[in-house]
């Protein structure tokens, strides 16, 4: 018989309010109960909250890697890793997300994410993979590799969705020919279209949006926002995003890819019920400052980390974050001034109902699997639970 969990004298934050002093009961992984009081349970494990935060535990939509790894080095090592590293940080599930490559270099990734989905945690689980590119516009190709940027092409997104069902998301530049098509062969697939990498302007990415692409990855990373073309001016993808009122959107907060003002205007257009936060890390998330590599070591772009951020060897464009979910949160409550039940919303339930698993986590409510983080008011993390289990404990 599995033993019961109560953690109390916490600041649980629930989807309708925060409970000064509350707590809550675990029993055989799922959340039991939540209460404004001590619960008692006989032969219960006791988790003295001490005041901190007792929250639902991050869902990250869209990650490349951390701890020195990435979901593109073709071991299954290095998605554990990536899995216990980014847990450390208050992350209790993921979707891995692959950069722009071959279709060979693809498939073994979904064979090695195969072999891993179903091990025991320890760290955070994962929710599917997230294929980012290489349909892609070359102009906002960003950091992705430029060799393997190509339209999308049948034939090969067939072979690849045949070859796996563990496809959740799938991310293209909506535009380019054939990638309304895409879209449509994803939604029969049960894969979420995502807008992406994109040169698209306001009518195209309406026309996205009506064909399937119903998520902006990254907000304005890689979009066009206002152009012009000639004498007149265009409303791009982030306007669209903007009018698009069921349009989801996901953005880094790491408060160097958006500035606070922005990440202020998104959440007062959007919302939090229309907006994730990812940390879109590469292998250098939790790592010190210095050279890295962007995607597989053996056939990755080099690039550098500092000031926070991963930047191209030339300095030229950001080449990912090495942001954590605890970061995510820090930025968007400290420096954006946001209130942190709205902040915790788009760290947790948002990214949850954006891939259909609201039903089994993202919230602290009876029934639901009990993935939980306890922070301090810096949002410092403590303590990380994985279905009931203690995955990670700060020393």
């Given at each position: 018989?599995?033993?019961?969990?109560v953690?109390?004298?916490?600041?649980?934050?629930?989807?309708?309010?925060?409970?000064?002093?509350?707590?809550?009961?675990?029993?055989?992984g799922?959340?039991?109960?939540?209460?404004?009081n001590d619960?008692?349970?006989?032969?219960?494990?006791?988790i003295?909250?001490?005041?901190?935060y007792?929250?639902?535990?991050?869902?990250d939509?869209?990650?490349?890697?951390?701890g020195?790894?990435?979901?593109?080095?073709?071991?299954?090592?290095?998605f554990?890793?990536?899995?216990?590293?980014?847990?450390?940080?208050?992350?209790?599930?993921m979707?891995?997300?692959?950069?722009?490559?071959?279709?060979q270099?693809?498939?073994?990734?979904?064979?090695?994410y195969?072999?891993?989905?179903n091990?025991?945690?320890?760290?955070?689980?994962?929710?599917g993979?997230?294929?980012?590119?290489?349909?892609?516009?070359m102009?906002?190709r960003?950091?992705?590799?430029?060799?393997y940027?190509?339209n999308?092409?049948p034939?090969?997104?067939?072979e690849?969705?045949?070859?796996?069902?563990?496809?959740?998301?799938?991310?293209?530049?909506?535009?380019?020919?054939?990638?309304?098509?895409?879209?449509?062969v994803?939604?029969?697939?049960?894969?979420l279209?995502?807008?992406?990498?994109?040169?698209?302007?306001?009518?195209?990415?309406?026309l996205?949006?009506?064909?399937?692409?119903?998520l902006?990855?990254?907000?304005y990373?890689?979009?066009?926002?206002?152009?012009?073309?000639?004498?007149?001016?265009?409303a791009?993808?982030?306007?669209?995003?903007f009018?698009?009122?069921?349009?989801?959107?996901?953005?880094?907060?790491?408060?160097i890819?958006?500035?606070?003002p922005?990440?202020?205007?998104?959440?007062?257009?959007?919302?939090?019920?229309?907006?994730?936060?990812?940390?879109?890390?590469?292998?250098?998330?939790?790592?010190?400052?210095?050279?890295?590599?962007?995607?597989?070591?053996?056939?990755?772009?080099k690039?550098i980390?500092?000031?926070?951020?991963?930047?191209?060897?030339?300095r030229?464009?950001?080449a990912g974050?090495?942001?954590?979910?605890?970061?995510?949160?820090?930025t968007?409550?400290h420096?954006?001034g946001?209130?942190?039940?709205?902040?915790?919303?788009?760290?947790?339930?948002?990214?949850?109902?954006i891939?259909?698993v609201?039903?089994?986590?993202?919230?602290?409510?009876?029934g639901?699997?009990?993935?939980?983080?306890?922070?301090?008011?810096?949002?410092?993390v403590?303590s990380?639970?994985?279905?009931?289990n203690?995955?990670?404990?700060?020393?």
């Amino acid at each position: 018989m599995e033993k019961k969990t109560v953690i109390k004298n916490g600041r649980v934050i629930t989807p309708f309010r925060v409970i000064e002093r509350g707590s809550l009961l675990i029993d055989g992984g799922k959340i039991a109960a939540v209460a404004e009081n001590d619960i008692d349970v006989e032969g219960a494990q006791v988790i003295d909250a001490g005041g901190r935060y007792i929250s639902p535990g991050f869902i990250d939509l869209h990650v490349h890697g951390g701890g020195g790894h990435d979901f593109m080095d073709g071991t299954e090592d290095a998605f554990l890793q990536i899995a216990a590293t980014h847990a450390r940080y208050g992350t209790t599930a993921m979707v891995p997300t692959t950069l722009t490559a071959g279709k060979q270099q693809l498939l073994q990734t979904l064979d090695i994410y195969a072999a891993v989905k179903n091990r025991p945690a320890a760290g955070a689980r994962f929710l599917g993979i997230h294929l980012e590119g290489p349909y892609f516009a070359m102009n906002q190709r960003g950091a992705q590799d430029p060799r393997y940027i190509r339209n999308p092409d049948p034939a090969e997104y067939r072979e690849i969705l045949a070859y796996s069902k563990d496809i959740v998301r799938w991310s293209a530049a909506p535009e380019l020919p054939g990638a309304l098509e895409f879209a449509q062969v994803l939604k029969a697939h049960g894969v979420l279209p995502s807008l992406a990498h994109t040169d698209a302007i306001y009518e195209e990415a309406l026309l996205g949006f009506e064909h399937g692409y119903t998520l902006a990855t990254h907000l304005y990373s890689a979009m066009l926002g206002v152009t012009r073309r000639n004498v007149f001016r265009y409303a791009g993808a982030v306007e669209a995003a903007f009018l698009i009122d069921a349009m989801d959107v996901e953005i880094i907060t790491d408060g160097i890819h958006l500035p606070p003002p922005l990440l202020q205007l998104v959440y007062k257009i959007k919302g939090p019920a229309k907006t994730a936060l990812i940390t879109d890390a590469m292998r250098a998330a939790g790592m010190p400052e210095g050279e890295s590599v962007l995607g597989s070591l053996s056939d990755g772009l080099k690039v550098i980390v500092e000031d926070g951020v991963a930047k191209l060897a030339d300095r030229s464009s950001f080449a990912g974050s090495v942001a954590t979910c605890d970061r995510l949160v820090r930025t968007m409550h400290h420096m954006a001034g946001i209130p942190l039940p709205d902040v915790i919303q788009m760290a947790t339930l948002t990214p949850a109902t954006i891939m259909g698993v609201q039903g089994q986590t993202g919230s602290l409510v009876p029934g639901k699997d009990a993935d939980i983080v306890l922070f301090d008011d810096n949002i410092n993390v403590h303590s990380t639970i994985v279905k009931g289990n203690i995955i990670y404990q700060a020393p």
